[in-house]
């Protein structure tokens, strides 16, 4: 009877070993709801990713002078790989070119820190 009743509590209760990532949605720097909104992720969404776009703003701005925009959130490993790979050509990490780069990782909030430049984080 004991075996029984373990089991129909294993299946009943849900699987609560999730990971959580960092979300935000296009931020002008790594503080504020980049590293304060934490989500958990989907049972597919195994990695945790970051975007990072050095760009002109959407407004004018004196001189074009670029800046950094941060996207956090949850994915899977295959498709941020995908989305590593795919950028590596254009990730540059230059002050004076528009670039984006994507980070991935795995483990519970460990896109807390994104690498903004060569010597930066």
């Not at 009943?12 to 990532?21: G, T």
């Not at 074009?64 to 950028?87: M, P």
């Amino acid at each position: 009877m004991f075996f029984l009743t373990l089991l129909v509590l294993i299946a009943v209760i849900p699987n609560v070993s999730s990971l959580e990532c960092y979300v935000c949605e296009q931020q002008e720097g790594n503080d504020d709801k980049c590293v304060k909104t934490v989500r958990m992720c989907q049972k597919n969404e195994d990695t945790c990713a970051s975007l990072i776009l050095w760009t002109t703003p959407h407004e004018w701005t004196p001189r074009g002078e670029r800046r950094h925009y941060i996207s956090k959130g949850c994915d899977t490993k295959d498709k941020c790989t995908q989305l590593l790979y795919g950028l590596a050509t254009v990730c540059s990490r230059n002050w004076y070119e528009d670039w984006a780069c994507v980070e991935c990782c795995q483990g519970d909030r460990c896109n807390r820190y994104v690498v903004v430049s060569r010597n930066s984080t």
